[in-house]
């Protein structure tokens, strides 16, 4: 609301001034007025004349003092109203300081402190109130939902704070969970341990939203390694039965070879040399399976009797040339070991070559060992493929899941090469395939002995 402006001192004053000497001034001027009627009026008349003007300036005299009482009132109520004016806007200028001093001073202030933890009622307690009281509850009612917001916001904080914890501390037991204890959890569960053991002896999140699943997958793998380990065992024996058979066929074909005379040694010969074929099958499937091979020898059996028994055992045994230049010997426990690992890489160098052409094989004696070199004429092979034969020769393919169909010799390869300590390894043939370098290290080596004819026909040629 618009409030008038006041008058001004000067006016003020000057009206005071001016308001007592008006009405006698009038009173006078009617009065002289009066006197001058009187004194003009005719004899006669002169007396009706004076009561008139008498009874015309009592009239005038009442009409001036009425009118200054009433100009008294005015100015009273006008000075009254003044006052008030001026004592509203000393309020209001005086709220306007405390409202001022509330939000630029008082407001901030009690943040401050509530943010720092002190209670409401401290903080109003250190705050000056407003002497209005509007203004108080305004301050007081601002404190007070400050506080319940400022507890409210220290429990988020809190919280917050606290999920955070817990999500830093899941996201490190799962990545300790994908990284450690699960590879090695697999790694002793194949072997051999139950997952009972692994699961008392291996460290587990204490979330139940990630131990819970690891258990179950432990659990889980662990039936699946007990039904695979049961599977492999039955195939290994079933094999080592196989295989003992494959034996004595071959040990029959042999007596009879001998028995018999040169009309039927042929189809005798065509039989030992699909047995032998067979036996290298059912070892190949007995070593993948952690079985052993069908035989074994316990004399040195000279390099050149190892080569020929390895060729014996392979489809197209008459595509392989052997070239061999040393009457070095294996010994007995190795020597079945290293001809199976040879008839390996012959049978793969010959199946994948032309069927035309010929596999060399060349034998030299070193002083790192015994090095045989298998050749052939087919296609080089791709890069892929000769890093995928690379590793298998090395012993890095030990999961029966990973092994292709045409690849199991060279799965074999690898295992018999850790066991006996063999490098074998490849590059390219100067014939324009692919070349095998096997080094048998001295450790399997024998001193040279002259072969006995027994033992000689022990081994398929």
């Known amino acids: 609301m618009s409030v008038p402006p006041p008058p001004s001192q000067h006016r003020s004053a000057k009206a005071r001034s001016a308001s007592p000497a008006l009405p006698v001034?009038?009173?006078?001027?009617?009065?002289?007025?009066?006197?001058?009627?009187?004194?003009?009026?005719?004899?006669?008349?002169?007396?009706?004349?004076?009561?008139?003007a008498l009874a015309a300036w009592l009239c005038v005299a009442v009409t001036v003092a009425v009118s200054a009482l009433l100009i008294r009132r005015s100015r009273r109520a006008a000075a009254?109203?003044?006052?008030?004016?001026?004592?509203?806007?000393?309020?209001?200028?005086?709220?306007?300081?405390?409202?001022?001093?509330?939000?630029?001073?008082?407001?901030?202030?009690?943040?401050?402190?509530?943010?720092?933890?002190?209670?409401?009622?401290?903080?109003?307690?250190?705050?000056?109130?407003?002497s209005e009281p509007s203004l108080r509850q305004v301050?007081?009612?601002?404190?007070?939902?400050?506080?319940?917001?400022?507890?409210h916001a220290a429990a988020l904080d809190a919280e917050r704070q606290q999920t955070r914890q817990e999500l830093e501390r899941a996201a490190g037991q799962l990545e300790r969970l994908t990284h450690e204890t699960l590879p090695t959890a697999v790694s002793r569960l194949r072997e051999g341990s139950s997952a009972d053991t692994v699961l008392a002896e291996l460290e587990w999140p204490d979330i139940p939203l990630l131990r819970v699943p690891a258990e179950s997958f432990v659990r889980e793998l662990a039936r699946s390694e007990r039904r695979a380990a049961a599977a492999q065992a039955a195939s290994a024996k079933a094999l080592?039965?196989?295989?003992?058979k494959a034996v004595s066929m071959l040990?029959?074909?042999?007596?009879?070879?001998?028995?018999?005379?040169?009309?039927?040694?042929?189809?005798?010969?065509?039989?030992?040399h699909s047995t032998s074929q067979l036996g290298l099958m059912t070892d190949r499937l007995a070593l993948l399976m952690g079985g052993r091979s069908s035989r074994a020898w316990n004399k040195p059996i000279v390099m050149e009797s190892i080569l020929r028994g390895a060729v014996g055992r392979i489809a197209a045994y008459q595509r392989?040339?052997?070239?061999?230049?040393?009457?070095?010997?294996?010994?007995?426990?190795?020597a079945e070991g290293v001809m199976h690992?040879?008839?390996?890489?012959?049978?793969?160098?010959?199946?994948f070559s032309p069927p035309i052409d010929e596999v060399h094989v060349y034998v030299e004696e070193r002083s790192a060992g015994i090095v045989v070199t298998i050749e052939d004429s087919g296609l080089k092979m791709a890069d892929a493929a000769m890093r995928h034969a690379e590793e298998a020769v090395a012993g890095r393919m030990t999961d029966l899941a990973s092994l292709q169909g045409t690849r199991l010799g060279l799965a074999v390869v690898g295992r018999l090469a850790?066991?006996?300590?063999?490098?074998?390894?490849?590059?390219?043939?100067?014939?324009?395939g692919t070349g095998v370098v096997v080094l048998l290290p001295p450790q399997l080596l024998a001193q040279q002995r002259g072969p006995a004819p027994q033992e000689l026909a022990l081994i398929h040629i």
């Open 25 to 52: 001034i009038v009173l006078v001027v009617s009065a002289a007025a009066a006197g001058a009627a009187v004194a003009a009026a005719p004899a006669a008349a002169r007396t009706w004349t004076l009561v008139s």
């Open 80 to 130: 009254a109203r003044d006052a008030e004016l001026a004592r509203l806007k000393a309020q209001l200028a005086q709220q306007s300081a405390e409202a001022a001093h509330l939000v630029n001073v008082s407001l901030p202030a009690a943040a401050k402190r509530l943010r720092e933890g002190a209670s409401a009622g401290d903080t109003l307690a250190g705050v000056t109130p407003p």
């Open 139 to 151: 301050l007081d009612s601002f404190t007070r939902l400050l506080e319940e917001a400022v507890r």
């Open 240 to 244: 080592s039965r196989v295989q003992a």
């Open 251 to 272: 040990a029959d074909l042999r007596e009879m070879q001998e028995r018999h005379g040169e009309e039927v040694f042929g189809d005798l010969l065509r039989l030992d």
């Open 320 to 334: 392989v040339r052997l070239h061999c230049a040393t009457n070095a010997a294996v010994s007995g426990f190795a």
């Open 341 to 351: 690992l040879l008839a390996e890489l012959m049978d793969n160098a010959a199946n």
């Open 418 to 432: 850790v066991k006996y300590g063999i490098g074998v390894s490849y590059r390219p043939s100067s014939r324009g």
